[in-house]
Nanobody, 119 residues
Framework: QVQLVQSGGGLVQPGGSLRLSCTTSGENLDYYTIGWFRQVPGKEREGISCITGKPAYAGTVLGRFTTSRDSAKNMVYLQMNNLQLEDTAVYYC???????????????WGKGTLVSVSS
């Protein structure tokens, strides 16, 4: 069982930036597909990025958000720039072993971290 640990959420002003981190112990995340998702209460969960080797992004965040790996730290990041009010949500990292399509579902989930964008 992969336990994903997240950090980096918080409160930022519109136009600000935030970096989320996702890691685990006992497993090498280089062998996992990592997706980032977000959810607002009352709305469906939205997939925002997916990284195996090449990252892919939802159109709503393309050009503003970047996901990357730091293999030496066994870490996956979501760098969020130019945050807007509508980006406010609980953000989750999630993982599947191997190369998978994030849109088809994820096996392991972090507990989520709140990103609040407010002026």
């Amino acid at each position: 069982q992969v336990q994903l640990v997240q950090s980096g959420g918080g409160l930022v002003q519109p136009g600000g930036s935030l970096r989320l981190s996702c890691t685990t112990s006992g497993e090498n995340l280089d062998y996992y597909t990592i997706g980032w998702f977000r959810q607002v209460p009352g709305k469906e969960r939205e997939g925002i990025s997916c990284i195996t080797g090449k990252p892919a992004y939802a159109g709503t965040v393309l050009g503003r958000f970047t996901t990357s790996r730091d293999s030496a730290k066994n870490m996956v990041y979501l760098q969020m720039n130019n945050l807007q009010l509508e980006d406010t949500a609980v953000y989750y990292c999630a993982a599947n072993f191997g190369v998978t399509n994030c849109a088809l579902g994820m096996a392991y989930w972090g507990k989520g971290t709140l990103v609040s964008v407010s002026s």
